[in-house]
């Protein structure tokens, strides 16, 4: 099996800024796609931003000039660059990739993000 460990979340003033990481370990050929979810109690989880094996990226609309994913050189880790929070980004923040051979998707546990006004 795979797993996914986040770490990085905390919280954070307004127009701050917050660092996650993602690391998968275990039974790992290639690693096609990471990115990040975010989910607030009551709604559905939804993608933040996502990162392909040949680093071409999408963003939610919410997050865009304001986030920035990336990939290790490893290509088993992720990381999440979020500058400029806004209360409205608080949310538990959930790793998720799809690695190879047998394309299955993995979900981290999850790290809280807090952004106070």
């Known amino acids: 099996q795979v797993q996914l460990a986040e770490s990085g979340g905390g919280l954070v003033q307004a127009g701050g800024s917050l660092r996650l990481s993602c690391a998968a370990s275990g039974s790992i050929d290639s690693i096609n796609i990471m990115g990040w979810y975010r989910q607030v109690p009551g709604k559905q989880r939804e993608l933040v931003a996502r990162?392909?094996?040949?680093?071409?990226?999408v963003y939610a609309d919410s997050v865009t000039g304001r986030f920035t994913i990336g990939r290790d050189n490893a290509k088993n880790t992720a990381f999440l660059q979020m500058n400029s929070l806004k209360p409205e980004d608080t949310a538990v923040y959930y790793c998720n990739a799809v690695i190879a051979p047998h394309w299955n998707t993995y979900w981290g546990q999850g790290t809280q993000v807090t952004v106070s006004s």
């Open positions: 990162i392909t094996s040949s680093g071409a990226t």
